[in-house]
T-cell receptor, first 118, second 113 residues
Framework: GAVVSQHPSRVICKSGTSVKIECRSL??????MFWYRQFPKQSLMLMAT?????????EQGVEKDKFLINHASLTLSTLTVTSAHPEDSSFYIC??????????????FGPGTRLTVL | GESVGLHLPTLSVQEGDNSIINCAYS??????FIWYKQESGKGPQFIID?????DKRQGQRVTVLLNKTVKHLSLQIAATQPGDSAVYFC????????????FGEGTQLTVNP
């Protein structure tokens, strides 16, 4: 259980175009999903918290107008990188929050999306 | 083999040896910790977790130890196999952060056949 998928796994786009990445929880419902960015040989950096039915909460320094997040259903969150530039090239990973007995939630991660902006 | 986290981000061990990966966390209010394994080009994979009211938890070939006094977490892998080669991250959830994770910098484990 607790499988999270992402689509596409890889995308190459031209500078100035927009790219949409989907994150789905396949066998459970997730009211909260998270979007991370990871550069080579570095840790994951939280970009934003995606809440079903409400606006996303962005981390400091992350441009909300550039990284549009939509969490329209309990199984799908999307991240749209608008007007992408080469510096946006990165590995984008989503996760879904799963509540645990006794409090605290754990997170299960998707396989990631490699974005390359030419 | 043993790593010391921030100062030794790589750990190389022989197949069959036990591995110890260390992590220092900073927030004394954290009450839940998770170890993740990330293979190249893939998303992090849940390995094992532990709550702050415990000091040890065992899984299949893995053991997590938590020392709250010195804010230290370790992951022990028994009989390390080549398939264990990956980057290992510790993550903490502070009590007041909802379910937001804070990741450590990661340790690259390489298992030599």
């Amino acid at each position: 259980g607790a499988v999270v998928s992402q689509h596409p796994s890889r995308v190459i786009c031209k500078s100035g175009t927009s790219v949409k990445i989907e994150c789905r929880s396949l066998d459970f419902q997730a009211t909260t999903m998270f979007w991370y960015r990871q550069f080579p040989k570095q840790s994951l950096m939280l970009m934003a918290t995606s809440n079903e039915g409400s606006k996303a909460t962005y981390e400091q320094g992350v441009e909300k107008d550039k990284f549009l997040i939509n969490h329209a259903s309990l199984t799908l969150s999307t991240l749209t990188v608008t007007s992408a530039h080469p510096e946006d090239s990165s590995f984008y990973i989503c996760s879904a929050s799963v509540p645990l007995a006794g409090g605290s939630d754990t997170q299960y991660f998707g396989p990631g999306t490699r974005l390359t902006v030419l | 083999g043993e790593s010391v986290g921030l100062h030794l981000p790589t750990l190389s061990v022989q197949e069959g040896d036990n591995s110890i990966i260390n992590c220092a966390y900073s927030n004394s209010a954290s009450d839940y910790f998770i170890w993740y394994k990330q293979e190249s080009g893939k998303g992090p994979q849940f390995i094992i977790d532990i709550r702050s009211n415990m000091d040890k938890r065992q899984g299949q070939r893995v053991t997590v130890l938590l020392n709250k006094t010195v804010k230290h977490l370790s992951l022990q892998i028994a009989a390390t196999q080549p398939g264990d080669s990956a980057v290992y991250f510790c993550a903490e959830i502070p009590e007041t952060s909802g379910s937001r994770l804070t990741f450590g910098e990661g340790t690259q484990l390489t298992v030599n056949p």
